[in-house]
């Protein structure tokens, strides 16, 4: 007996149909930014560490005789840092609403502090170091100015329409201070992530397209200027611009890191088998780390990575949608723009599509002072996604996580059976004017 095509084409109809709303579904449920949030973080976290580990053994052994001793340094961040995220996921909006101020106020004395003890490697002055830390006080100000920002722009729009020059003040001068603060350290790849913020918050709040003109003007106004006087600068968007013309001097690091990608093919040499981490590549383990994660992980590698920081971008973006709070908007936003722009700029950089800056992979580069406060954004970003419609409920009918069923079963917590008890819950369905 044959089969009628047209029966079979719709069945097939039917399950595409089928699946499409199965994952329509699983995206509109109240958790699925929290999970999100928390996979991608956990996921790009764990092949940091892996990757730290590969791309920094050789020149570890060579300059310390311990392999290990950069991917110890970066597991001490990330054992500190977790703890840091864990507890920012359980505060509550007013905190994070009080805590950009003093932040900022942090990083600026510490910026000034740069100008004067800090230490400069390669043609910029990024660092204070104190006993055996590495400080670099242009990572926290990231946050400071996500936060701050977003709590003077959500203070402003409270009362309703505002005229958009008040947008800017004062705003604009806190950002100024910081770009130009950082921009004495030499630090252009800063700064421009400083701007992405700065752009980001003017965005949400809903600032005119020709504010966005004259600013990006100056911007490049500015950015030809500052090239033109250092030429360090000069010679990396010569060598950007002619790499194999100049693979030998400007063109080096990103001749290297292109090689690097290319040996890699579709599935890469395999963990461990990098041969362009053999000082070939300059600082593998941190700008550059994505051309070896190409090389040993291939072209799939990458595009994991690229996938999981899209993820993630999604899960920030979609708390900002989801959530009324003004601030809660704003901060998300912005730290998406701002985790998600650096990933894009470093990115560009290893592939060739934008010049060199010198700035890290989130979450996956060698560096505290960069893991840190990205650590705290994304479990800010946790305890919004907790704020979502029906994420509450979600989480109380959950039951207890993990840590405190272990806690309950070595008698440090209550029962895990009890859990809530009926009179403490609220009716999500009521609402009281």
């Known amino acids: 007996m044959a089969t009628d095509p047209r029966a079979g084409a719709a069945r097939a109809h039917g ?23 928390l996979a991608c973080s956990g996921l790009l976290l764990a092949l940091g560490l892996m990757m730290v580990l590969s791309a920094s053994s050789v020149e570890a052994l060579q300059k310390t005789g311990n392999p290990f001793y950069w991917f110890i340094k970066q597991s001490l961040s990330v054992g500190i840092g977790l703890p840091v995220m864990w507890a920012c996921s359980r505060l509550p909006q007013r905190f994070f609403r009080l805590a950009g101020y003093p932040l900022m106020a942090i990083s600026i004395i510490g910026l000034i502090m740069v100008i004067f003890i800090g230490e400069s490697e390669l043609g910029a002055q990024r660092w204070i170091y104190i006993g055996g830390l590495t400080i670099q006080p242009s990572e926290p100000a990231k946050l400071g100015l996500v936060l701050w920002g977003a709590d003077l722009l959500a203070r402003k729009a409270k009362g309703g329409l505002i005229e958009w020059r008040q947008l800017l003040i004062p705003l604009m001068p806190g950002t100024a201070i910081l770009a130009v ?7 252009l790849g800063t700064t421009l992530v400083l701007m992405l913020v700065f752009l980001a918050l003017l ?6 397209l020709r504010l966005f003109g004259g600013i990006m003007a100056v911007a490049a106004v500015a950015t030809v200027i500052m090239i033109s006087v250092e030429g360090y600068r000069s010679a990396r968007i010569t060598g950007w611009l002619d790499v194999w013309g100049n693979a030998e001097t400007s063109g080096y690091q990103a001749a290297q890191g292109q090689i690097a990608l290319g040996s890699g093919g579709w599935f890469g040499l395999g963990l461990g088998s990098s041969r362009q981490k053999w000082n070939w590549v300059p600082h593998a383990e941190s700008d550059f780390i994505f051309s070896i994660i190409g090389e040993e992980l291939g072209l799939m590698g990458t595009l994991v990575v690229v996938a999981l920081f899209g993820l993630l971008g999604y899960a920030g973006l979609r708390v900002a949608t989801r959530v009324k709070d003004p601030f809660i908007r704003l901060s998300a936003s912005a730290a998406v723009a701002w985790i998600g722009g650096q990933a894009i700029v ?24 960069a893991l840190l406060p990205t650590l705290a954004a994304l479990g800010m ?4 996604a907790k704020r979502e419609p029906g994420a509450a409920a979600a989480l109380a009918a959950r039951g207890p996580g993990p840590v405190a069923r272990a806690l309950s079963w070595l008698g440090l917590g209550r029962p ?6 009926p009179g403490r819950l609220r009716p999500t369905s009521r609402h009281v004017e």
């Open 15 to 37: 399950r595409r149909r089928d699946r499409l709303s199965a994952l329509g579904e699983l995206l509109n449920r109240p958790l699925t930014s929290y999970y999100l949030v």
């Open 181 to 187: 603060l950082v921009l004495l350290g030499s630090d």
């Open 203 to 208: 965005w949400v709040v809903g600032a005119p």
């Open 346 to 369: 470093n990115i560009g950089a290893v592939i060739g599509a934008l010049p060199i800056t010198g700035i890290p992979l989130p979450l996956v580069s060698y560096g505290g002072s």
């Open 381 to 384: 970003l946790l305890s919004f």
């Open 416 to 421: 895990a059976a009890r859990g809530r008890r």
